[in-house]
Nanobody
């Protein structure tokens, strides 16, 4: 069965860096678009970034552009999100999600990993 397992979340100070990972199994990882999505406390889901199947094209939400870098290792079936210059507004649960074909719809999600940015 499809599984997405995030890790790497932590409590960090503003200005710090974190790298999140998402281990995929149960499907042909290299064939799917993937995204990171986050949810701040008391707020709705916010799309963060997307990566194509080969990993050479990415796109980011404006509020993380220049600070976050998404990548993937198809040999390891793993997705990454490198987060630099973290701000308190980056606090939330971060989910990796698989896209349904070439659509914007996401059909499988991980359980999430908590990122807290606070002094």
């Amino acid at each position: 069965q499809v599984q997405l397992v995030e890790s790497g979340g932590d409590l960090v100070q503003p200005g710090s860096s974190l790298r999140l990972s998402c281990a995929a199994s149960g499907f042909t990882f290299s064939s799917y678009l993937m995204s990171w999505v986050r949810q701040a406390p008391g707020k709705g889901l916010e799309w963060v970034s997307i990566i194509n199947t080969r990993g050479d094209v990415t796109s980011y939400a404006d509020n993380v552009k220049g600070r976050f870098t998404m990548s993937r290792d198809n040999a390891k079936n793993t997705l990454y999100l490198q987060m630099n210059s973290l701000k308190p507004d980056d606090t939330g649960v971060y989910y990796c999600a698989r896209h349904l074909g070439e659509t914007v719809c996401m059909d499988f999600w991980g359980q999430g990993t908590q990122v807290t940015v606070s002094s």
